[in-house]
């Protein structure tokens, strides 16, 4: 019997042992190919391999491109998840989603038959890496921008071959992004050494990429606007299919807007409660509490706040005042022990180069290569047309600096580059990324700075609501009930937003599917877990102990990461 045990048990370790190897040689082969056909996400993850090429666009590369997925797919469902360790298993449902969702992209979004920004974001992050990038040697990146500038006018007029419709509104942000290639394109030779002959031939064929540049936007505008209108976002269909895809197959479209819509109301009534003292100290006369009257109380408030002299910051002095800002957090978050140190970011802060592509007022540049210890770039947008003033409060810099560095997004980056697995790093888990960002602003202002005045837990609540009427018009306006018009009147009122705030969260969801949606099932999911924690070692509760296990596995689906977490 002993003998008989003994041989079930070498069968079932050999068979175990063949699935990890096998998957572990499928995924070496899929990170192999996806660098090979996604030469600008190579540079973003560091493989000098590529820094040379664009993915090209053309019929028969989809139908490769397509069919290579395909094969993935099938060889991935041969292997027997059960029989892979948890670790390994976490890997395979992350490739597995992620391959599902690049099939369903191409062959049922189609971007490049009537999206520019399919052709033009390639080219734009393309350029950019190499600008920006520090730990690209030199002779490197001479080589990689004169490859990458010379096959600009292939790339574009491959995507006005593959164009057969078009959606008014990405040819509104096609335009905006040609703007921003151009001021990027003539600020390459300045970061560009080389010999004088190299030096000349790389200006030759700026001149050549800017004059296709310049062509395919009067082809965009002069052109492709008589093709069939793409009616955006109705006709691709993303509330019929595409939340499995984009959001995953764990939630429920009808669930998740139901709870989004009762959190609606609650949270205003939150921030109200806080407001009304503040808007009763600065108004004499009486008001009548029905449901306008409260939303306008809020309203007036949040303006009242973001007005205050002693809130709003002088463009003359913002980089110190960021610096300070981050420079207390850090300090502050190590003096209270509850984020783990076992890692460090340095932070580099600079004003944002005009030629960035964002209608943000601070943007993060966050992903690096593993095996760099890269600094973070927080690029801070500077308007000259604001009257001197930096469009956000010192609050609003102090809520945004939370989410984005210390204990935010660059605290969630530097834990997740420690650990071995590429397909975690190159393939984060949106609603793991976006849910943390939003709980560091809450054990923040809430745990730990709770005694802070009522304003900051005003404009930190504001955020919260933005993030749950995000979700709510992105139900609305993915399924045709509410057109653009009117989701920007909504936001505006009941999130208490100001038109650029509105809009910007309309780029949102144009731009990048169901944000709002996974940020608020982040949202929702962290503090969920952070119960269930507690309540399984309440006795041994430590918020840091929670932080580390959180960090350590990696920005990994939160189904997942309730296994690893509870043992369930």
Not at 10 to 18: A, M, V, Y
Not at 307 to 314: D, R
Not at 514 to 526: L, R, W
Request: proline content about 4%; aromatic content about 14%; glycine content about 4%.
């Amino acid at each position: 019997m002993k003998k008989i045990c003994l041989s079930l048990m070498i069968i079932f370790n050999g068979c175990q042992n063949s699935a990890e190897s096998s998957f572990h040689s499928l995924s070496q082969a899929f990170i192999s190919w996806y660098y090979k056909y996604h030469p600008v996400e190579s540079t973003r993850f560091g493989m000098e391999k590529y820094h040379e090429y664009f993915r090209l666009f053309g019929n028969s590369e989809n139908e490769e491109y397509v069919a290579d997925i395909s094969r993935f797919i099938i060889e991935l469902s041969q292997i027997d998840a059960t029989r892979l360790s948890l670790e390994e298993r976490i890997d395979y449902h992350i490739l597995y989603s992620h391959l599902e969702k690049m099939r369903y992209v191409i062959n049922d979004i189609r971007p490049w038959e009537w999206n520019p920004l399919w052709a033009l974001d390639e080219i734009s992050e393309g350029l950019f890496f190499l600008s920006e990038r520090s730990e690209i040697n030199m002779d490197d990146r001479v080589n990689a921008v004169h490859g990458r500038i010379k096959l600009v006018p292939e790339i574009l007029n491959l995507s006005k071959e593959m164009m057969i419709s078009h959606s008014p509104f990405h040819i509104k942000y096609g335009n905006n992004r040609i703007d921003a290639l151009i001021l990027l394109i003539d600020q390459l030779p300045l970061k560009l050494h080389s010999d004088n002959m190299t030096l000349d031939e790389i200006d030759r064929s700026i001149l050549i990429c800017k004059e296709a540049l310049l062509k395919y936007k009067k082809w965009m505008n002069q052109y492709s606007i008589h093709m069939p209108i793409v009616q955006f976002p109705l006709n691709l269909k993303l509330s019929d299919q595409g939340f499995h895809f984009f959001v995953g197959e764990k939630y429920f479209p009808e669930h998740v807007y139901e709870l989004a819509d009762k959190k609606r109301i609650p949270a205003q009534n939150r921030i109200f409660q806080l407001a009304f003292p503040i808007y009763l100290a600065e108004n004499d006369e009486p008001v009548w509490l029905d449901r306008d009257d409260t939303l306008e109380v809020i309203h007036w408030t949040i303006d009242f706040i973001r007005n205050k002299p002693e809130n709003q910051i002088s463009f003359s002095g913002i980089l110190s005042h960021f610096y300070k800002s981050i420079s207390y957090f850090e300090e502050y978050t190590n003096s209270k022990g509850f984020i783990p140190k076992n890692v460090s970011k340095r932070v580099k802060l600079a004003f944002a180069p005009r030629y960035i592509h964002t209608i943000s007022n601070v943007v993060l540049f966050d992903h690096h290569p593993k095996k760099y210890n890269s600094e973070i770039l927080y690029y801070i947008k500077h308007n000259e047309n604001d009257g001197g003033l930096f469009p956000l409060t010192s609050h609003e810099i102090d809520l945004i600096n939370a989410r984005n560095i210390v204990p935010g997004r660059s605290v969630q980056i530097a834990h997740a580059q420690k650990y071995s697995s590429s397909l975690r790093y190159m393939f984060p888990d949106p609603i793991n990324e976006a849910g943390w960002q939003i709980y560091a602003g809450q054990v923040v202002f809430n745990e730990y700075f709770g005694d802070w005045e009522d304003e900051y837990h005003i404009l930190r609540m504001k955020e919260e609501l933005m993030v749950i009427c995000q979700a709510i018009i992105e139900e609305e306006y993915y399924s045709g009930n509410m057109v653009r018009k009117d989701v920007l009147s909504f936001i505006r009122e009941q999130a208490f937003l100001n038109d650029s705030e509105a809009e910007e969260l309309m780029a949102q969801s144009e731009l990048n599917y169901f944000s709002g949606t996974k940020a608020f099932i982040g949202m929702m999911e962290i503090n969920s877990l952070l119960n269930e924690y507690k309540k399984k070692d309440r006795e041994r509760f430590q918020i840091i102990e929670f932080h580390k296990k959180i960090l350590e596995n990696g920005i990994i689906p939160f189904d997942l990461l309730k296994k690893k977490l509870l043992s369930l």
